[in-house]
């Protein structure tokens, strides 16, 4: 089991370079010359269990980006055929599968509602979550806003 020292080392390295995007981006909100994406609704929370649509694994989210926000590098190495639109939620998982815990970064349209009530098995869940219940977990109090 992963201590939650090094969970949260985990998830800095993960989100700390997209936080630092966010910050420079939005270094002047009255900029009205900039363009904003549409309105992208998320169905699904932080905490939900949630499974993907094509492969075996499922999840629960832990951080929800309104629109794609990880590289073209990232983008591209999709075949064309598969590739998720841009513009609609993208989520990041702590996932597992029958051989891995990782983190995945998801679209909206390639996840459904995980409806087995099974906790997901995955050691970085103690440094973010408390408890498991009714296909959800809490969020642990420190990371709420």
Known sequence: M????????????????RLFRMKALS???????TPLPPVAHARFAIGEVVRHRQFDF????????????NSDEWYE??????????DQPFYH??????EASYVAYV????????????????????G?????????YRLRREHRH
């Open 2 to 17: 992963v201590s939650g020292l090094a969970s949260a080392s985990l998830l800095q390295s993960h989100i700390g370079p």
């Open 27 to 33: 270094a002047n909100p009255l900029d009205l010359g």
């Open 58 to 69: 499922r999840g629960v989210v832990f951080d929800i980006d309104p629109v794609f926000a």
């Open 77 to 86: 190495s999709i075949p064309a055929d598969a590739r998720p639109r841009k």
């Open 93 to 98: 998982l702590l996932a597992e599968n029958a």
């Open 107 to 126: 679209s909206q349209q390639n996840l459904i509602a995980d409806d087995s009530e099974e906790p997901v098995d995955h050691p970085a869940i103690g």
């Open 128 to 136: 973010l979550f408390d408890d498991y219940a009714d296909g959800r």
